[in-house]
């Protein structure tokens, strides 16, 4: 089985524009504005997320990432949390409050307080590739698989909760209370931490991540980054893209536009 | 002269017990042991699918008796870490066939005696963690949930 993935156009422009033009196209596609939008031809479609057979082990030589663009997100990306709430079943722990609820996926905003502009965006485990949260974990429950999926093997934390100290994304939580009624697909427990898991039993299918799945067309893209002919890694060497907290040297796997 | 046993307690006492009585209360004992110790273990719910002969019913049962905790740990780590997903040894496969699909008047939780990994787990008195985390009962379609 394999998914289908919305051809971003990455074609450089044709002979006949002159560099004015081909600069403004490159300008607004940076800004996501994307004039390349308009030239995205309707029903290309370019079978990337290939599925491994079932009994086959990940490899190294993937490594999932994500690219959202936040000027294509007109709810700063609600759509996307509310479709990883359902797929998890977190943020309704019954006896947690607000403040205890787990949350795998947050709504940031900000403002620049120049052009009063608003950005929100999704802020999720960004998979880092040395990612802190491994490098404390005491036990080894937090690792990062050969692909590049930063996951919380629950059946051996302890729930000391170092790696929530060491994220500077703050994108892990604590169970606090007995749950029931968790997806079989995705088991969540007490005394255990957990965040996005970039929907891993979708990918080892060969589907995509929920989120990517109700993110609004063409706002997040998600593929290999090790694949220079994969539409993510296409996009991001034609327009570049930013991490957060790029100062931190962690080579995240989700980047964004538009931040 | 009289067959006795004397035996020296802790405190210095001493205690004669005529032997005759010590072997028909041990005898008492074991068969009242024996008669609760029976070997089969409880009765179970039976699974969703069936084998086709009885042979490879009771290859599985056996193998499974056995070596179920070894397999499960076995697969948790080749899922959790290379990503192996088949259906064989993945507890979600064991509990879409062997725990029933819960409908509106009733739903097996792990919690219930009837729970398939709870009978002999009750049975035995071991603890069962598994299901802190993981689902203990197949997921309802989505056509189910919309009823």
């Given at each position: 089985m394999s998914v289908e993935v919305n051809k971003i156009d990455c074609a450089e422009p044709n002979d006949q524009s002159n560099k004015i033009d081909r600069y403004r196209r490159q300008f607004l596609g940076a800004l996501g504005v994307t004039a390349a939008a308009a030239a995205i031809a309707p029903g290309v479609f370019l079978r990337e997320v290939q599925a491994k057979p079932d009994g086959q082990a990940i490899t190294n030589k993937v490594r999932w990432g994500m690219l959202i663009d936040t000027n294509k997100l007109p709810d700063g990306g609600d759509s996307m949390i509310a479709a990883c709430k359902k797929e998890?079943?977190?943020?309704?722990?019954?006896?947690?409050s607000p403040a205890q609820q787990s949350q795998w996926v947050r709504k940031v905003t900000f403002k620049d307080?120049?052009?009063?502009h608003e950005t929100a965006l999704p802020v999720m485990?960004?998979?880092?590739?040395?990612?802190p949260c491994v490098d404390v974990c005491p036990t080894g429950a937090s690792f990062k698989r050969d692909d590049g999926i930063v996951l919380v093997d629950k059946h051996i934390c302890i729930g000391c909760r170092y790696c929530m100290m060491a994220c500077p994304y703050k994108a892990r939580s604590f169970v606090h209370e007995h749950l029931e009624n968790q997806r079989p697909e995705s088991p969540r427990g007490i005394g255990t931490v957990e965040s996005c898991t970039l929907c891993v039993h979708k990918i080892d299918k060969g589907e995509q991540p929920a989120c990517i799945e109700a993110a609004p067309a063409k706002a997040a893209v998600f593929g290999d980054l090790n694949d220079p002919e994969s539409s993510i890694s296409k996009a991001l060497a034609k327009y570049g893209a930013q991490q957060i907290r790029s100062d931190l040297g962690l080579n995240t796997g989700v980047r964004y536009w538009g931040i | 002269m009289r067959d006795v046993r004397a035996s020296f307690c802790k405190g210095g006492a001493v205690s004669i017990v005529p032997t005759p009585i010590i072997r028909t209360s041990v005898a008492l004992c074991l068969a009242l042991l024996l008669g609760a110790c029976d070997s089969n273990p409880p009765e179970l719910m039976a699974a969703t699918k069936q084998f086709a002969t009885e042979q490879e019913k009771s290859l599985h049962v056996a193998e499974m008796r056995t070596n179920h905790m070894h397999l499960l740990t076995h697969k948790r780590d080749e899922t959790m870490y290379r990503g192996i997903r088949t259906a064989k040894h993945s507890l979600n496969a064991c509990i879409d066939c062997h725990v029933p699909m819960p409908t509106a008047q009733k739903v097996v939780k792990h919690?219930?005696?009837?729970h398939f990994c709870a009978t002999c787990h009750i049975e035995v008195a071991v603890k069962l963690d598994c299901f802190q985390c993981h689902a203990d009962r197949p997921a309802l379609t989505t056509a189910e949930v919309a009823q």
């Open positions: 998890h079943g977190w943020g309704d722990d019954p006896h947690a307080n120049l052009t009063k485990c960004q998979h880092c590739e040395t990612a | 919690t219930d005696a009837e």
